[in-house]
């Protein structure tokens, strides 16, 4: 996808007026951002190198753990330090057309007039690996606008949502008291991800021995490598040196969520002191954004004019099994090629 | 990623087995296919024509609406006609290490002895894009073995979960009396999905009026046109030509569930009626899984020996914000394209 001279200029003045403060124009580069139009490419490439120094949170549990309100109460907490905060809650309202949660937009309401708060809903769609791609993209638009501190909320129940989360500088999963079994067992994989475990809902019964049951479920996981399947690019492991802390908190009341946030600014300093190569969590949203560009380009060499309907050919032959995936994707690999010479 | 002639003959001979009524070949095949090894690709090149005859049917909703005990009783009514049936459960327990649920555990044993069962639960990861491409080759697979309905269940709050199950040719979304205001919400999104909606826990108050407020809820949904983003594959949309029946189900006793397996054989039957070209579900799963291949090829192509360093040194550039996403896949398009002369 070329960049017009004139989607260029209009890029160009739109990221401009986004970083100045121009919230409106803020929320239009995230919607191109979202759609990958050109607007974004081309605010991309002149905002990104000025970004990289905000702290990015990911905040992940299973429904009815408290993340909206224990968000909306780091919120507060971050805006009595006179600290700018933005928000990018990946909706599982709508997989389909992204709606939002009623109490979304209750919260942006309370924030309407700051502007030191900014709040995204987004839902991602059609691509495969868009959430990771769209999500981090959004949070680098909104480091380059000022934002220090950004939240990455998402449900942890579904693995790109999980994935998401994980990608953040500091990962925090939220659990409650005294949920049923069914969320029981999603507990166990998402503390894997946890650099902060948080037991929301403190004033319920049970909080105490929750938060104490956690404990020890951390100290009874070792450390697992994980091997790549043949034929994955072997991630690299995010190193994690310490043992996850684990902190009680009441999202209604405020409770415990000032010791929240000085956790995670510890996270944060830590992470900073350390020397070497860019942290794994950062190489993933690096590689998710490139990779999302570079299958964008080939999709459209597929679905070009000239290749377009011997595409659509090979995919209804897989699709009436008239031909392997294997064999279908070597026609492919064919299509490319011919595309690139 | 070559096969080699060894590869090749064990692949020849796993398959065989697994298709021959060997269960202990078909779950090595699926892991296999789940890896995607050298073995899976041989061994799909074999198979993949001979299928394409089973029903899949996609099970989804949130935590707690009870979708596993609704599986079980499907069994038990599918194995009441002698049909064979197959379930592949994308689990939600762990997405890092996929753990299963104790219930699932607890399900393999009731059918440990029958052969015309099969229960297998996959955790995806790594891949972007690899739930639906690993779901889809494990239900190709279990086709070829002869089972001629595929049940796919997974938790309907994950972006990925979702698409999963909306790419079977049949999709029921599992509801449950009383949900809580978070699960409400999610509710809307999924309803887009469903070609059955099934409100469990029939034996709870208000069931009928959750049933009487979703078929409200169906008929004032009307449907919408989803557009393409900018830069983004318009994926056909799947032709929703009736309003989703809304049934009611107590898995626990059984009741309902007889008729929800007639409505689920009604769908189908309809769908084989239709003329034309194969249905948007079926290009959707063939599309997951020739990209997930083409994509496979691509990365090993950036990571191999000669190109390893210079991919690496353009993805940490991203990392640290020297180099922005768009100049860094032009960067890579142009080592595949080396790659590819």
Redesign the interface.
Known sequence: ?SVTSDGGERATSLADAAVGGDRLALARLLTAV?????VA?AA??RL?????GAHLVGITG???SGKSTLVAALIAEVRRAGRPVAVIAVD??????G?A???DRVRMQAYADDPDVFIRSM???????G??ATST?AAAVLDAAGFGLILIET?G???????VAAAADTTVVLEAPEM????Q??K???L??ADLVVVNKGDRPGAQRTASQLRAMLVAAAP?P?L??????A?PERPRPKRPEVLITTATTGDGVPELLAALDRHRAVAAEADG??PAA??A????????????????GL?DGAHEAATET???D????????????DR??AI??ET??
């Open positions: 996808m979202e759609n990958r139009t050109p490419e991309m490439r990104y190198p000025t970004a990289g299973p429904p009815g599982p309202s709508s997989p389909i057309t709606g949660l009623l109490g839902a991602s769609r059609g691509h495969a690996g959430l990771a993209a449900v129940t579904g693995q790109s949502e999980v994935e049923g079994d069914e969320v067992a999603i166990a994989g998402l894997e991800v697992r994980q790549a399947a043949a034929g994955e690019t991630r190569p860019p950062r190489l949203r690096a590689e998710a954004q490139v990779w999302a560009i570079v299958a964008d380009r080939l999709r459209d679905h090979v995919l209804a897989v699709a009436d099994h008239r031909l392997d995936p294997y064999s279908a994707a492919l690999l490319l090629r690139a010479g």
